[in-house]
């Protein structure tokens, strides 16, 4: 028990680490306003909603042995760290966005983001072929017009010359 919320922690931490990176490389670059935003625009909340989420992340796991008997007791053997697939989370998940992050380049942002959502989905969490289908397919379309459309930052195409 103490060794997998030792884990947790330092999983929290690291991303911490990461979203300070973010924040910092965001003042790097041309932040701009949220009427014109620049390119620094979006590491910046990118890397406060990370902080949060991390912040977040921590007090709740400090403060749910207070109030969660099952967890204060031990009965809870994988602790979340453990997929529907039997893998281990966050090797899995790191991996995957790394390799996502790699294949922006040459495969393009879309495919990329559609194959990592689609392979945490279905493959990682065994979720629906349809449900992760259709997920994959709005969030890789959905961040694409964002980035591209609302926000002005122009995407890897790679494959994918043709798309408007």
Do not use: H, N
């Not at 629906?128 to 591209?148: N, Q, W």
């Amino acid at each position: 028990m103490l060794r997998r919320l030792m884990e947790a922690r330092a999983v929290a931490a690291s991303l911490v680490v990461v979203a300070l990176i973010f924040v910092a490389g965001s003042f790097a670059i041309p932040i701009g306003t949220l009427l014109a935003p620049g390119p620094g625009l979006v590491p910046l909340i990118l890397g406060c909603a990370m902080l949060a989420a991390m912040a977040a992340s921590i007090a709740v796991d400090r403060l749910k042995p207070l109030f969660d008997e099952e967890t204060a007791s031990g009965a809870d053997d994988t602790g979340g760290q453990e997929s529907r697939a039997g893998l281990p989370r966050v090797p899995v998940i790191l991996a995957v966005i790394g390799l996502t992050v790699l294949g922006f380049e040459p495969v393009g942002f879309v495919p990329t983001i559609f194959i990592g959502s689609l392979t945490l989905l279905y493959g990682l969490e065994r979720r629906s072929l349809l449900i992760s289908l259709a997920v994959s397919i709005i969030l890789s379309v959905g961040l694409f017009l964002l980035f591209e459309r609302v926000l002005y930052i122009s995407l890897p195409r790679g494959l994918m010359e043709f798309w408007p």
